[in-house]
């Protein structure tokens, strides 16, 4: 069984930086598409970014790009998700999420598709307020 393992949310004010965490079975994270999304009341699930089996390609969702970025950390066995200049519309909760299959790789738009990832974890809060 797979467990992915959120951290790191928080309550912050405009303007301010959080990362979040996802702790990962080493395996996962060193072979697998990892990705993050979020989820605002009362909306889908929506895509934040991802990241390329290998680490060698990041994808972001328009409405975060230039502020977040997504990386591994392959001795920790960790994903972060570094979101700086945090707004309001970032409060969500945050969820890491990682693919089927072990070292695939996919045309750009699949990395943006919530289909493509099998393994999820529980999600962590962030809260922005104004």
């Known amino acids: 069984q797979v467990q992915l393992v959120e951290s790191g949310g928080g309550s912050v004010q405009t303007g301010d930086s959080l990362r979040v965490s996802c702790a990962t079975p080493g395996r996962i994270l060193s072979e697998h598409v990892m990705g993050w999304f979020r989820q605002a009341p009362g909306k889908e699930r929506e895509f934040v970014s991802a990241?390329?089996?290998?680490?060698?390609?990041?994808y972001y969702a328009e409405s975060v790009k230039g502020r977040f970025t997504i990386s591994r950390d392959s001795a920790k066995n960790t994903l972060y998700l570094q979101m700086n200049s945090l707004k309001p519309e970032d409060t969500a909760v945050y969820y890491c999420a990682a693919d089927r299959s072990a070292r695939r790789t996919y045309t750009e738009g699949r990395y943006y598709q919530r289909g493509l990832y099998y393994y999820w974890g529980q999600g962590t809060q962030v809260t922005v307020s104004s």
């Open positions: 990241s390329s089996w290998s680490g060698s390609m990041s």
